[in-house]
């Protein structure tokens, strides 16, 4: 089946750093997806994107669609503690009816 | 407020035992999905069902089962066959099967612990 690799896996920066994660895969998407996991709770929707090249960005979020469909990158500005979880991309393909998801980026913000 | 909830958040299973996790959705949405989490290993999808009375397996169906008699339930039933179920389980619904929008809503999971 299709596969995303996420990276980076884990990353531990200071508040007020920027951070940079994204995701690649061989085949092509209609849809990139960013969630954000809390500790012990489910995943929430951050960003959606449905054109190539395309450009959104969601307070101090910014995500972009790839313009080869295969890629996709999620930026954080100005991080703050409440930022710290669990950051993951997915793309869909029209009609499959299921979402393919990347292991994650682990993100930890020291005061 | 409408939204996905899922129960027991929380649930101990003896080894052998079936057990069966309760998710519900007042969204009137017509997808539905379960996932499992595992630490590292991101989400792996188990079943999912586009409408009612239909289900497909997903990337790791064995030893799970699954029912959709109504728009608003999805319960998945770990079974005795599945060798490793100790894990966090997510349930998720869409308005429309993901693959046209992709969005995801999800509920607040359910934490399996075999002793």
């Not at chain 2, 080894?15 to 499992?36: I, K």
């Not at chain 2, 790791?60 to 008699?69: D, H, L, P, Q």
């Amino acid at each position: 089946g299709q596969q995303l690799n996420q990276s980076p896996q884990s990353m531990f920066i200071q508040e007020g750093e920027d951070v940079s994660m994204n995701c690649t895969s061989s085949s092509i998407f209609n849809t990139w997806l960013w969630y954000k996991q809390d500790p012990g709770e489910g995943p929430v929707l951050l960003i959606a994107l449905y054109k190539a090249g395309e450009l959104t960005s969601n307070g101090r979020l910014t995500a972009q669609f790839g313009i080869t469909r295969k890629d996709s990158f999620l930026n954080i500005s100005a991080s703050i503690p409440s930022d710290v979880g669990i950051y993951f991309c997915a793309g869909a393909v029209f009609n499959a009816g299921k979402s393919t998801f990347g292991d994650g980026t682990t993100l930890t913000v020291k005061p | 407020d409408g939204g996905i909830t899922q129960s027991p958040k929380y649930l101990f299973r003896k080894e052998g035992q079936n057990v069966t996790l309760s998710c519900e959705q007042n969204l009137n949405h017509d997808a539905m999905y379960w996932y499992r989490q595992d630490p590292g290993q991101g989400l792996r999808l188990i079943y999912y069902s586009q409408i009612v009375n239909d289900f497909q397996k997903g990337d790791i169906a064995e030893g799970y089962s699954v029912s959709r008699e109504k728009k608003e339930s999805f319960p998945l039933t770990v079974t005795s066959a599945q060798k490793n179920p100790t894990a966090f389980y997510l349930c998720a619904s869409s308005k429309i099967p993901t693959g046209n929008t992709g969005e995801l809503f999800f509920g607040e999971g359910s934490r399996l612990t075999v002793l």
